[in-house]
């Protein structure tokens, strides 16, 4: 489901204002719709005629989706990173926007993209790698009580549990799972 290009402008904006941008421009962070997402490709290809029909295959570069074939319908958050000298890879360029995380629930169903969400995974994957590096990341909560950091990290959880299983209850577990009995109103009779 396709949002208005604003709505992902502006989380984009707010990803690019907080998390930054290389010299170029390119933001660090971004959000991408799986379906318009394309890269040129080095490799050998399958070639498929108009009725699906496999005609062959070339070598060379190729213009390719990026998710479509694996996400389809479903924002992408994605994290720009060098490819390092001396890897092999069948990208054409030193940078590529990667996917981090997937805006969809549970069940992979559709959920829309939001900043706080986007912020709650960045933070975390930030936290991770300053952690493995040895490298102290700007902790988000500095400044804060321990007792104030436990609070937002708890409210931040909720939200975000909120966001992905809001729907989630024990009958409609029971009944996705069809261990669960639903009843209709009983059978009225008017006079």
């Known amino acids: 489901m396709k949002l208005e290009k604003s ?14 941008s290389l010299p170029d421009g390119k933001a660090i962070w971004r959000i991408v719709y799986s379906e318009t997402e394309w890269e040129y490709r080095r490799g050998t290809f399958d070639k498929f005629d108009a009725n699906g029909n496999w005609v062959g295959a070339h070598s060379g570069v190729d213009y390719r989706p990026k998710y479509r074939q694996w996400i389809q319908d479903k924002y992408v958050l994605e994290r720009l990173t060098r490819v390092p000298k001396g890897v092999e890879t069948d990208l ?27 912020k709650i995974v960045i933070d975390q994957i930030m936290l991770k790698a300053a952690q493995m590096a040895g490298v102290k990341y700007k902790d988000p909560y500095d400044g804060l009580t321990p007792e104030q950091a436990k609070e937002q990290k708890v409210e931040e959880i909720k939200l975000l549990e909120e966001y992905l299983y809001g729907n989630e209850t024990s009958i409609t577990d029971s009944l996705m799972k069809d261990e669960g009995v639903g009843y209709g109103p009983r059978n009225r009779t008017v006079s």
Request: glycine residues 2%; without cysteine; charged residues 25%.
């Open 7 to 20: 709505v992902i402008d502006e989380i984009n904006t707010k990803l690019q204002d907080y998390y930054g």
């Open 92 to 118: 054409l360029t030193a940078e590529s926007y990667e996917p981090v995380w997937v805006f969809e629930d549970i069940n992979h169903k559709f959920l829309p993209p939001r900043f706080d969400v986007s």
